[in-house]
């Protein structure tokens, strides 16, 4: 007969043995598939689930290559959903902030929706005031992609395809589109997006995650300490349009060379920042090379200790600071979205470039192939000492 103290010294030494194995906690990784509803029209939607042998775990549909959650741990291993979203399809299926979601054919805004390619003017859906906003009205954020599990050995791996027709939403060519999200073993998100066309059109691809490193529902991300590696952004008109002007960010509010919290200058009396009622803009992306993955942006957030990278080829990169959330959308588990309860850092061409040849070229060409890659890279770091 063993007594209290032999048995809890058992116990005690058991877990203790388990925990130095490495055993404890080590995820299996992978890519499993589960069904997420019915679109109303009668499609079947499937969630994607993809895990690292970390435990960091990314869910992803394919109605509207949405990420759905995207679980990472703090700097003591505590686990949270670190992007706003919903709990069933039938929330994505309206998503008016397009929470999470693959922005297509045209990510941001158009003026006055027109544009002209090879001299014919093209009209485009007017859904944001007199401009055309993330591809129209029914954009990539509400189509139904074709899901593939192509995972390797060394990681999971969803491959998301779509086809769009000539002259959906008022857009020349028809259009295939792929993209490829990859959980690596470091904790990145990586995605490619890959595009070819019949007849000469622009494009502009994004993915429209709001993250809140602190986890979603967390009060807003005004404490978030932001680095934008940019030295210039476009400033815009009162529509969100930009004015064709590269800027030096020197001396303004949009200076984010060295790390500063994002509500430090939010509310400075900043005309730039009146217009976008808050952050809402795009920066110029320094890259050594035209193609380079570069580090465009850092994100920490100094309670949970929390970190997220953005790596990107585009030459721009939209930080918006959630600023059009107004506590009318409730996510996952009742959350109520609060007017900055997420920030996106959203990866792509300059807003409107089909109306500005001064801008890199949106230009995609028969025979041609866009690619381009974003990887979100999540890390923790330990108390900042101030
Ligand atoms: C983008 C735009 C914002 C807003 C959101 C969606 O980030 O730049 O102005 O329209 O999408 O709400």
């Not at 890259?287 to 585009?314: C, F, I, M």
Request: aromatic share 10%.
């Amino acid at each position: 007969m063993k007594t209290h103290a032999e048995i809890i010294l058992l116990v005690f030494s058991l877990a203790l043995a388990l925990a130095w194995s490495g055993d404890l906690g080590a995820a299996t990784a992978g890519l499993k598939k589960q069904p997420f509803g019915k679109t109303p029209d009668g499609n079947d939607i499937s969630l994607y689930t993809l895990t690292n042998k970390n435990g960091m775990e990314v869910a992803i549909t394919n109605f509207g290559g949405i990420v759905v959650s995207i679980k990472v741990p703090d700097r003591s291993g505590n686990f949270a959903d670190v992007v706003l979203g919903y709990d069933s399809l039938e929330g994505y299926l309206t998503n008016p902030s397009y929470f999470g979601a693959i922005i297509g054919r045209y990510a941001n805004r158009i003026a006055r929706g027109k544009f002209t390619l090879d001299g014919k003017t093209y009209t485009l859906a007017q859904n944001n005031g007199e401009n055309s906003l993330h591809g129209g009205t029914i954009g990539f954020n509400k189509k139904v992609w074709t899901g593939r599990d192509i995972s390797t050995p060394k990681a999971p791996s969803l491959e998301l395809n779509y086809v769009s027709n000539d002259g959906e939403e008022g857009y020349p060519g028809n259009l295939s589109v792929r993209v490829v999200y990859t959980l690596t073993a470091q904790n990145e998100l990586k995605i490619e997006y890959s595009a070819t066309t019949d007849k000469n059109t622009v494009l502009n691809l994004t993915n429209h995650s709001y993250f809140n490193l602190a986890g979603k529902g967390s009060a807003n991300i005004l404490g978030h300490i932001l680095t934008i590696h940019s030295d210039k952004f476009t400033p815009v008109d009162s529509g969100l349009i930009p004015t064709g002007e590269s800027r030096s960010v020197q001396g303004t509010p949009f200076d984010f060379r060295k790390s500063t919290a994002i509500g430090d200058r939010i509310t400075q009396d900043d005309g730039q920042l009146k217009l976008g009622r808050g952050y809402d803009h795009n920066w110029i992306v320094t890259h050594a090379k035209v193609g380079d993955v570069s580090l465009a942006a850092r994100v920490s957030e100094p309670r949970t200790g929390r970190v997220l990278e953005v790596w990107t080829d585009q030459p721009g990169i939209q930080f918006y600071s959630g600023n059009f959330l107004d506590g009318t959308i409730h996510g996952n588990g009742g959350v109520v979205y609060g007017q900055r309860s997420g920030f996106c850092l959203e990866t792509q061409h300059y807003p409107d470039s089909p109306n500005h040849p001064e801008f890199p070229s949106t230009l995609l060409k028969p025979g041609g192939r866009f690619h381009s890659t974003t990887i979100f890279k999540f890390r923790s770091e330990p108390l900042q000492q101030h």
